[in-house]
Nanobody
Framework: QVHLVESGGGLVQAGGSLGLSCVASASVLRINAMRWYRQGPGKQREFVAGIASGGFTTYADFVKGRFIISRDNAKNTVFLQMNSLKPEDTAVYHC?????????WGKGTLVTVST
């Protein structure tokens, strides 16, 4: 089992930046993939970005060029650097870990982007 704790959410103006962190209770090198999802008001949860154990990264089209996912193996932490934020990026951002076919989720951190 993997426990995930997100942090770093908050209120930011459009065009600003914010960094999220997700600390895992297991080594991120053991985890097959770590991903960020988000759920905006009245919307379904959607994939944002992911990083595989080998370091390969993937992004949703709507964040390409604006968001960067990275990790610190020594701290079992995955980061999401969000730049050029837009009001439509407002959502609860959840960290996800895929380990041996099982998905684990953090409780999420709220990001609010004001106009």
């Amino acid at each position: 089992q993997v426990h995930l704790v997100e942090s770093g959410g908050g209120l930011v103006q459009a065009g600003g930046s914010l960094g999220l962190s997700c600390v895992a209770s297991a080594s991120v090198l053991r985890i097959n993939a770590m991903r960020w999802y988000r759920q905006g008001p009245g919307k379904q949860r959607e994939f944002v970005a992911g990083i595989a154990s080998g370091g390969f990264t993937t992004y949703a089209d709507f964040v390409k060029g604006r968001f960067i996912i990275s990790r610190d193996n020594a701290k079992n932490t995955v980061f999401l650097q969000m730049n050029s934020l837009k009001p439509e990026d407002t959502a609860v951002y959840h960290c996800n870990a895929l380990l041996n076919g099982a998905n684990y989720w953090g409780k999420g951190t709220l990001v609010t982007v004001s106009t």
